[in-house]
Structures are given as structure tokens and as C-alpha cells.
């Protein structure tokens, strides 16, 4: 056992700026919620809402208990094996129940605290692809997984100054593995969790007719979609800035530069989204337009405090047309069920915004993190391919792994009746809109 | 089908993280992270094939 990287990022000045943004944070996954929601059907609203609770407060909990004593903090204790000569820092080994850590204001304490919200946020993201499939106690048991194995050896990988994060020094690749916002921590593996889950559960009855190809089920609500995306810009803007600061070394002069990128990404994808379905389909698409706004916020989160405003646009440009055209694909060709295109809008959009950093050009001074005239664009754009490919490659099948596992105990997936009826009926016994019947099959 | 896919995704990443240990020049390293990411794109094409909806459970 020895410790990993000295931290990063935060010290003693910056700890009220990120109390407050941390404080901000809660309002993404309530946009989230808000956007499942309103993706799903009327019969399973009320189902969405106390799924997406339950996940954030299971997600907490475990990760609590469980999750921070695994991923730990950068220059806390870890695991290290010898590879190559080289040392892989793999596992933090923290006491478990947090009793390792002391608050006194240390950044450690700031980081786990960020990560009770964005470890909930990861979870959320698979609840919106089983929408009106997925029983309650599966998902329970499934964010219970994540929270306290997945999510936090990824993030002690990128975060807490695990290999990935030490592949500048080992293996001189730029600056290792750079994440600030989360948008490989978080939504690539809150994405990828989606798309173990949409394989693990198949698709909704009568999603893939026969004769038909793939059938639309609009989400019964765009106003909660929308208007989720609206909420959520705040979270997000926090989220970003304060995963910056403490997890890429950027300081508190750099917010408004870190919400500009944000809110310029995700302008540019949502006019993307918009131009592209009036042309596509003659009107703008507001589901679609809601992922390209989402789009553009995640691919950001990579790259919030290295790029100009410029190349934010750019990169949430480009985002906005990936996710366009990812959401057809994985429906129409790949039969992937996603009533919200969570996997589409969170993985791909994550991916894109992890490479960007080692294709497109980087501000100079963050945090004294990147200097003029040693950018090795080629050595950053390896580190950042092999985070996306372990991504890929490891967490993907281990997820999906899981997931199957459990899916053999204990079947996730609600009976053909329940599904008829809806997961409100069937697993709460009543109706989010009791006084209304809104669907003739209803 | 879906196991071998499951199989192939980490074979992929064994590949990249065997290259950065056995490689010091880019080229190479390059090379053998380019086919770790094809085994990778080869597993995940896998797994969407075999959790294709079958026609008995979508009709």
C-alpha cells in the first residue's frame, strides 16, 4: 500500500467558491429526473419520479459506505502494482464508512461530497432507458452496483490519481487522462449503464414490430423534458466548475470562462438539434432538440476550463449532429430501445467531448496544468483513447456482466401484464395523474 | 454470440494496455491502441447482433 499522486486543484482559498457550486449540483439530477419523466409514458410517471429519488438516495448511501473507500482521493492510500516497471495505481483503499476521512476542509472532503451528487447522476441515466419495463427493486439493486463498484473504480482510475490519471508521468502521454467535468466518469459510464440495461431488458412491447420496423412512443410530457433542460443549466454549470477545480487543477478565476464553454456547447447543439430536424422532418423535433442541449452540456463537461469559447462552439456543434444522428441508429438499425436517448446523448456525446481534448487546440494557462509550447497534442489524445477504450473495453462488459448476473437471480424486467398496465399500477397502485385518462390503451 | 462479444471488449483493452507497457515509440503504440479499439469495435458489433428483439417476443 502506498499513496498515489499528490492532489490536485483545490486548496484552502478555494473552499467556500466550490461549498457554493457544490451546493448548485442537486439540480442536475433533478433536471434529469424531470427529463425521464417526461420521456416516459403517462403510466409510469409517478414510477420515474420515485426511481430517480430512490436512485439518488441509495446512490449516496453506498457509495457512503462502500463506493469512497474504493476510489479515495488523489495522494490518499491506494493500491500499486509494478507493470513494465511502472507503478498501476488501481484501487484506493480507504477505511470503509468514510472513517478514513477528517473534515477540516481539506479538498478530499469537497471531492466526495461533489461525488454523493454525481455518482447519483451516473444512476439516473439507466433509469430513463428501462422506462416502463424496469421493476423498482432491480433498479435499486442495479444503482446499489454502480454506486459501489463501477462508479467509483473508473473514478478512482481518472480522479483520485489512479493509472489513468498517471499516464502522463508513467507513460508520457500529455497530461495523463483528463476528465474535469465528468463526462467519461459520469456519463459515459451512466451511459454505457443504460445501454447494459436496454440489452439486459429488451425493448418495450411493441417497440419493433415485424412489419413495421420501429415503432415511435413519444414521451407523454415535453414540457418536463424541456423544462428539465432548463434546470439543469445551473447544476451543470456548478458541476462543471467545481470538477474542474478540484479534479484538473483549474482555479476560481477561470467559473465564468468554465460557464461560458458550458453554455455555449450546449446552445450550439441544441441550434444543431433544431436545424437539423426542421430540415429533416420540416418542424423541429422538441425530444431531439432536448438530447442536443444535453449533448452540448456533456461534451463540455470534458473540456469546460481547456478550450477558448470558440471551440466550445465547435465542439458542441459537432456534438449536436453525433447525438442526431447516433439516436436513429441506435434505434432504427441497432434495435436499441432508449425511450430518452440517454445511451446516445450521454455516451456518445461523452466520448466526443473526451477526444476533443486531445484533437482541438488548449488554453495555455489552467492552473499551471498546461504550458505554452509543451501541448503534446498526440501523447493527450493517446491518454484520453485509452480512458475511452477502458471505458469500452473494461467497465462495458463488466457492467453489463453484473447486470446479467442479476438479471439471472432476479428478473428485471416486469411481467407483460405489469407492462400493460403500467408501472404505476403495477408496482405503486396508483396513477401519477389519477383524474385524467390520457391514453385510449389506458 | 453476446459472450463472445463480451470476451472480445476486454481482449481489446488487454491489447492498448499491453502496448503502452511493451511500446516507447508512438508509431508503434499508436498501432497496436488502433487494433485494441477495432477488437473493441468488433465486440461491441457483436453483442448488438446477438441482443437483437427476436420476432417471437416483438410481434
Redesign the interface.
Known amino acids: 500500500m502506498i499513496s498515489g499522486t499528490p492532489p490536485l486543484g483545490a486548496d484552502a482559498s478555494t473552499f467556500p467558491i466550490c461549498g457554493i457550486l457544490i451546493a448548485l449540483v442537486p439540480l442536475t439530477p433533478a433536471g434529469l429526473a424531470l427529463m425521464n419523466c417526461g420521456f416516459g409514458r403517462a403510466r409510469s410517471a409517478a414510477h420515474s419520479m420515485l426511481s430517480s429519488l430512490s436512485v439518488m438516495a441509495i446512490a449516496a448511501i453506498v457509495y457512503c459506505l462502500l463506493g469512497f473507500s474504493l476510489q479515495g482521493f488523489a495522494g490518499g492510500p491506494a493500491r500499486v502494482f509494478l507493470l513494465g516497471g511502472k507503478p498501476w495505481d488501481w484501487i484506493a483503499c480507504q477505511a470503509l464508512g468514510m472513517r478514513g476521512l477528517v473534515f477540516n476542509g481539506a479538498p478530499a472532503t469537497q471531492g466526495m461530497l461533489l461525488q454523493v451528487f454525481t455518482v447519483g447522476i451516473a444512476a439516473l441515466i439507466p433509469v430513463s432507458t428501462g422506462a416502463g419495463r424496469w421493476r423498482q427493486r432491480s433498479i435499486w439493486i442495479s444503482t446499489a452496483l454502480l454506486a459501489g463498484w463501477s462508479y467509483p473504480l473508473f473514478a478512482h482510475w481518472a480522479w483520485g490519481g489512479g493509472w489513468l490519471a498517471q499516464l502522463g508521468t508513467n507513460f508520457n502521454l500529455g497530461h495523463g487522462f483528463l476528465d474535469a467535468g465528468g463526462a467519461g466518469t459520469v456519463h459515459v459510464m451512466g451511459g454505457l449503464s443504460a445501454l447494459a440495461i436496454a440489452w439486459t431488458l429488451g425493448p418495450r412491447r411493441g417497440k419493433y414490430l415485424s412489419e413495421e420496423g420501429s415503432a415511435a412512443i413519444p414521451g407523454h410530457n415535453v414540457v418536463y423534458v424541456l423544462f428539465g433542460c432548463a434546470v439543469i443549466i445551473p447544476g451543470w454549470i456548478a458541476l462543471n466548475s467545481a470538477g474542474a477545480i478540484l479534479f484538473a487543477g483549474a482555479e476560481s478565476w477561470q467559473i465564468p470562462l468554465i460557464a461560458v464553454n458550458t453554455m455555449l456547447s450546449s446552445s450550439a447543439s441544441c441550434l444543431v438539434a433544431v436545424i437539423g430536424t426542421r430540415i429533416r422532418f420540416g418542424k423541429p423535433d422538441a425530444s431531439l432538440c432536448a438530447n442536443g442541449w444535453m449533448a452540448g452540456l456533456i461534451s463540455s463537461s470534458a473540456v469546460c476550463c481547456f478550450v477558448t469559447p470558440l471551440v466550445a462552439i465547435l465542439i458542441g456543434l459537432v456534438a449536436g449532429m453525433l447525438v442526431g444522428i447516433s439516436v436513429e441508429v441506435l434505434e432504427v438499425f441497432l434495435t436499441v430501445d432508449d425511450s430518452g436517448g440517454a445511451i446516445s446523448v450521454h455516451t456518445v456525446a461523452g466520448i466526443w467531448g473526451l477526444l476533443a481534448l486531445g484533437i482541438l487546440p488548449r488554453i495555455s494557462n489552467v492552473g499551471g496544468l498546461i504550458h505554452p509550447g509543451a501541448q503534446n497534442n498526440s501523447g493527450q489524445l493517446l491518454a484520453q483513447v485509452v480512458g475511452i477504450a477502458t471505458l469500452l473495453g473494461l467497465m462495458l462488459p463488466m457492467i453489463y456482466g453484473l447486470n446479467l448476473l442479476l438479471n439471472r437471480i432476479d428478473p428485471q424486467r416486469v411481467d407483460l401484464r405489469g407492462e400493460r398496465l403500467g408501472m404505476d399500477l403495477e408496482e405503486l397502485g396508483g396513477g401519477a395523474y389519477p383524474e385524467f385518462v390520457i391514453h385510449n390503451d389506458e | 454470440m ?1 459472450f463472445a462479444g ?1 470476451l472480445l ?5 488487454v491489447i ?2 499491453s502496448a ?3 511500446f516507447s515509440q ?1 508509431a508503434l ?2 498501432t497496436f ?1 488502433l487494433a ?2 477495432c477488437i ?1 469495435v468488433g ?2 458489433a457483436t ?2 447482433h446477438g ?3 427476436l ?1 417471437e ?3
Open positions: 453476446k463480451l471488449l476486454p481482449a481489446g483493452w492498448i494496455i503502452l507497457v511493451l508512438p503504440r499508436w491502441v485494441g479499439l473493441e465486440g461491441l453483442i448488438f441482443t437483437r428483439p420476432k417476443l416483438v410481434e
